[in-house]
């Protein structure tokens, strides 16, 4: 990498990471379901937070300070992403199943191991939208980590024609952000068992994205 691109990495880190900043504190933001992940946190019980890559907008800001390992890919896009989450306290950790993972995966095993927690978009980074692949239920059930799943909507927000259908919401709107419900990987599952348990985690993410976008429609 040139000295010329790592200087266009770090502006772009400076910059995106208070533009973020500004764009989030505009907000009025609800959470809804993190007691139980807030009591997993407490007891350093191994977590692994799911969002659809559709949904990822507000989660650096959102989860920052806490010391959470996401797994970025290391495309161009995804160096932009790591140059603003690592200015917010994150363990940035470089891989995606589209590139060599195996470093990376002893990394996050390890880290789950210590009780720490992972974010990881399950149906990154080339998609398709909203469909799970299987390398966080591979995660849980070798550590013994929790899924949490997560999403966010607004009020006022735009729906990029791309193929996450990437949600930007408008500044000055009122977010909500969604917990779903801690899930559990049995280590003896089979592989149909492993099947129908990516399908559940699947509809439970894309319903909590159904929750999120109607949270404000209600009279």
Known sequence: ????????HNLTGIFGKWILW???????????????YREM????????ILIWHGRIFFAPYFFRQRGIMPLVSPSEDGEIIAQI?????????????SHSIIKAWNEMKKELNRGGELIIVPDGPRGPD????????K???????????FTFSSAKRKIVKSWDRFLIPRPFSRFVAIYG????????LDKKEMGNKLQEV?????ELDRRADIFFDRP
Do not use: C, F, H
Request: overall charge positive.
């Open 139 to 149: 995660l849980a059930q070798e550590t013994g980590a929790y899924l949490v799943p």
């Open 41 to 48: 946190r407490d007891k350093k019980i191994p977590a692994i």
């Open 202 to 206: 699947e509809n439970i993410m894309n």
């Open 181 to 188: 419900n801690p899930i559990s990987v049995d280590a003896a």
């Open 130 to 137: 909203r469909k799970m692949k299987p390398g966080a239920l």
């Open 85 to 97: 989450i690592t200015r917010w306290g994150y363990k940035t950790l470089r891989g995606s199943s």
């Open 22 to 36: 500004l764009w989030a504190k505009s907000a009025r933001t609800t959470v809804l379901g993190e007691a139980e």
């Open 1 to 8: 990498m040139s000295a010329l691109s790592d200087l266009r």
